[in-house]
């Protein structure tokens, strides 16, 4: 079975920092193109950083430039989302994302996803 699982989540104060962590099992990392997405409550899912099998990384967010990185451990079977500076506007259930083309901003592009985990930026 294919499966990704995100982990590192949690509530930070403003200002703060989490490293999300994605985990694949089932399947060889290194040929997917891996995106995190984020999402809020009634609005849409939406792409924030991805990076491909050449390491190339695409920013779909303006607002996290700067301050969210990715990287990935293909050894591992690991993909990293650093996020520093948070913002209360950064909260949000965060996914990773597998795709079998180039990175995307376009969830219908990703073939596997995690379940989620909650980031909750509060003072």
């Known amino acids: 079975q294919l499966h990704l699982v995100e982990s590192g989540g949690g509530s930070v104060q403003p200002g703060g920092s989490l490293r999300l962590t994605c985990v694949a099992s089932?399947?060889?990392?290194?040929?997917?193109?891996i995106g995190w997405f984020r999402q809020v409550p009634g609005e849409e899912r939406e792409a924030v950083l991805c990076?491909?099998?050449?390491?190339?990384?695409?920013n779909y967010l303006d607002s996290v430039k700067d301050r969210f990185t990715i990287s990935r451990d293909n050894a591992n079977s690991r993909v990293y989302l650093q996020m520093n500076s948070l913002k209360p506007e950064d909260q949000a259930v965060y996914y990773c994302?597998?795709?079998?083309?180039?990175?995307?901003?376009?969830?219908?592009?990703?073939?596997?996803w995690g379940q989620g985990t909650q980031v909750t930026v509060s003072s």
């Open positions: 089932g399947f060889a990392l290194d040929y997917y193109s």
């Open positions: 994302a597998a795709g079998n083309y180039v990175c995307s901003p376009d969830t219908s592009e990703y073939d596997f």
């Open positions: 990076i491909d099998e050449d390491n190339t990384v695409a």
